[in-house]
T-cell receptor, first 115, second 112 residues
Framework: AQSVTQPDIHITVSEGASLELRCNYS??????LFWYVQSPGQGLQLLLK????DTLVQGIKGFEAEFKRSQSSFNLRKPSVHWSDAAEYFC?????????????WGLGTSLAVNP | GAVVSQHPSRVICKSGTSVKIECRSL??????MFWYRQFPKQSLMLMAT?????????EQGVEKDKFLINHASLTLSTLTVTSAHPEDSSFYIC????????FGPGTRLLVL
């Protein structure tokens, strides 16, 4: 069965430190992979996505993620975290193609940033 | 990215009443919209897939007679929680799909 695992429920980093949020997936076909961020009081915002091609994808707000098929992973990284990055981060795998693409969600990682 | 709005952002209702939540894609046409429910500190649970002009497809365990979905136009889908009960209190989120899902800000429902 398809699934997405985010092993870290909660992570705390200091402002300016680097960040890596882990995501592993189980999916039989070529995955469509997404990272979303949910800030308090705001809707889910797409950070980046991987459909095909270059396995290192760049997103908004200085985030990047690398698709590693051999490890079934799509980890999110940022070289220097800002206090405004504190939020809930969700990894998702897309099923189906096109507009009917359903998303299978991880449970999320809550990121806290210390000043 | 595309903009999706939801209305209302917050609603409190009495048990037994019905509540309608609107989801609009403001700057693109969405043939497909999704409705989710999110419990505190948890991930999103897909409730149903809404396709314009056709019946919604509900996920297993979601009561279609309780959660009525209408997708009458390419920019509007509505979710009506009928005969709401306190256990229906939750955060409801819609998304509009243009290959990638763009999410609304969510609606906080509290049923007293």
């Amino acid at each position: 069965a398809q699934s997405v695992t985010q092993p870290d429920i909660h992570i705390t980093v200091s402002e300016g430190a680097s960040l890596e949020l882990r995501c592993n997936y189980s999916y039989g076909a070529t995955p469509y992979l997404f990272w979303y961020v949910q800030s308090p009081g705001q809707g889910l915002q797409l950070l980046l996505k991987y459909f095909s091609g270059d396995t290192l994808v760049q997103g908004i707000k200085g985030f990047e993620a690398e698709f590693k098929r051999s490890q079934s992973s799509f980890n999110l990284r940022k070289p220097s975290v800002h206090w405004s990055d504190a939020a809930e981060y969700f990894c998702a795998v897309g099923k189906n193609a096109g507009n009917n693409r359903k998303l299978i969600w991880g449970l999320g990682t809550s990121l806290a940033v210390n000043p | 990215g595309a903009v999706v709005s939801q209305h209302p952002s917050r609603v409190i209702c009495k048990s037994g009443t019905s509540v309608k939540i609107e989801c609009r894609s403001l700057d693109f046409q969405a043939t497909t919209m999704f409705w989710y429910r999110q419990f505190p500190k948890q991930s999103l649970m897909l409730m149903a897939t809404s396709n314009e002009g056709s019946k919604a497809t509900y996920e297993q365990g979601v009561e279609k007679d309780k959660f009525l979905i209408n997708h009458a136009s390419l920019t509007l889908s509505t979710l009506t929680v009928t005969s709401a009960h306190p256990e229906d209190s939750s955060f409801y989120i819609c998304s509009a799909s243009g290959g990638v899902q763009y999410f609304g800000p969510g609606t906080r429902l509290l049923v007293l």
